[in-house]
């Protein structure tokens, strides 16, 4: 069974900064890709930012040029440095790792989700 953490959400003032982490654990031989999700209030799941084995990124059109993901694939960690934060930025985020190879199968997990809220 693979499990994703993630932990550094919070509140932020509008303008300040929070960097996300998400570590992958349990038996597993390989993950692709690893990103970040989130979901605002009545709001549908949307892609943050991704990040392949290989290190090639993804972002969502809204976080360009502020946010900035990237990954330790010896500790099987993504983070998530976001910066210059904006209201319009609270969500619950969510880890995301896929696929990933266990002996077993081969399927994407996602973590439990860590509140971000950004208001003065």
């Known amino acids: 069974q693979v499990q994703l953490v993630e932990s550094g959400g919070g509140l932020v003032q509008p303008g300040g900064s929070l960097r996300l982490s998400c570590a992958a654990s349990g038996l597993l031989i390989s993950i692709n890709t690893m990103g970040w999700y989130r979901q605002a209030p009545g709001k549908q799941r949307e892609l943050v930012a991704r990040i392949a084995s290989g290190g090639s990124t993804n972002y969502a059109d809204s976080v360009k040029g502020r946010f900035t993901i990237s990954r330790d694939n010896a500790k099987n960690t993504v983070y998530l440095q976001m910066n210059s934060l904006k209201p319009e930025d609270t969500a619950v985020y969510y880890c995301?790792?896929?696929?990933?190879?266990?002996?077993?199968?081969?399927?994407?997990?996602w973590g439990k989700g860590t509140l971000v809220t950004v208001s003065s």
């Open positions: 995301n790792a896929g696929p990933v190879a266990t002996v077993s199968n081969y399927r994407d997990y």
